[in-house]
């Protein structure tokens, strides 16, 4: 019996009697005799206070040095970045021309621009040399809010024809006119080099004319009659120009000779200047190919001159 507890490796057997100390369970080092445990650990310990396994400084971040504050650890260059740059409001200044154009309205700027153009002329001449050409669409949506002006100023419960409804309109509808005035002779010949752009133009504006009231007092359409002549001076302006280099031939072919013959009906024989230049200009062939028979014989009343005649004088304001 003694012969073989002797021979046995793991020591005592009365180990096996003690769960934690079970050799399925622990390691070889808990199986050292305690005198052995303690000079392993009194090495280990020893081992870690030996400066020559000190770990080096430099491979340490700075979270895991506590003598180190972080402030001295940061690059010279990140911890100058960090610094802001400082403004001194030593006294009050005024905005920037930049800034201060970004506060101000479409309306406040037209206002001030036109302030600063009537007081220097030199400055007036180099805005309209410098500023972007309008387009005939934003030339028109300008047109149509002075429409919309006139529109909205009618009173309600009253007919639209009647003189009060004319008294309350009538600063609206000079408005609305004298801007007519200005912006038609932008789009003529030699301005205006596109004969497309001039007609174009031209065809929006004549509605516009159309649509203004048949007022009940006659003396009040000297507005309208007055409109439907200087919009058809402007008509036969144009098209004597596309007459002289194109023939006539995009008039009658683009669609041009039906549409002034259309506004020509609407205004009653007002724009007969446009109809004779439109005559002059085009010609007449009743077999030219592409002619339908619809045009042939709208053309065909052009030319002879009584295309329109017995018309009305156009229709009320709506």
Same mark, same amino acid.
């Given at each position: ?94 905005? @920037?021309?930049?800034?201060?154009? +970004?506060?101000? $309205?479409?309306?406040?700027?037209? #206002?001030? /621009?036109?302030? *600063?153009? %009537? ?65 038609? @002779?932008?789009?003529?010949?030699? +301005?205006?080099? $596109?004969?497309?752009?001039?007609? #174009?133009? /031209?065809?929006? *504006?004549? %509605? ?111």
């Amino acid at each position: 019996m003694n012969t073989l507890i002797f021979n046995n490796p793991l020591g005592a057997p009365h180990l096996f009697q003690n769960p934690h100390l079970n050799p399925i369970h622990t390691g070889l080092d808990s199986l050292q005799p305690p005198s052995m445990a303690t000079s392993s650990a009194s090495r280990k310990r020893k081992a870690s206070e030996d400066p020559d396994h000190e770990p080096d400084r430099m491979s340490l971040s700075p979270s895991s040095s506590p003598s180190a504050p972080h402030h001295r650890l940061l690059p010279t260059a990140s911890h100058r970045s960090l610094k802001r740059t400082r403004t001194h409001f030593s006294s009050g200044r005024p905005l @920037p021309l930049p800034r201060l154009l +970004q506060t101000l $309205s479409a309306d406040e700027l037209r #206002t001030l /621009l036109q302030n *600063v153009c %009537d007081s220097r002329p030199d400055i007036r001449n180099e805005i309209v040399t410098r500023a972007p050409r309008p387009s005939v669409e934003s030339t028109l949506a300008v047109l149509q809010k002075y429409e919309t002006a006139f529109r909205d100023a009618f009173p309600l419960g009253n007919r639209p024809t009647s003189d009060y409804s004319y008294n309350r309109v009538r600063q609206h509808l000079s408005n609305l006119l004298e801007a007519l005035r200005d912006f038609t @002779p932008y789009y003529l010949p030699p +301005q205006e080099t $596109s004969t497309r752009l001039s007609l #174009t133009y /031209l065809d929006a *504006v004549t %509605d516009m004319v159309h649509r203004l009231p048949d007022w009940d007092t006659p003396q009040h359409q000297r507005h309208k009659h007055d409109a439907y002549d200087e919009i058809g001076k402007a008509w036969a302006l144009v098209i004597r120009e596309a007459g002289k280099t194109a023939g006539g031939f995009r008039l009658a072919f683009g669609g041009w000779d039906a549409k002034l013959a259309e506004h020509g009906e609407r205004s009653g024989g007002r724009m007969e200047e446009a109809l004779l230049a439109l005559r002059e200009a085009v010609g007449f062939s009743p077999m030219a190919p592409g002619v339908s028979a619809e045009r042939a014989a709208v053309r065909q009343s052009l030319f002879s001159g009584g295309y329109g005649e017995g018309l009305g004088v156009g229709h009320a304001y709506h």
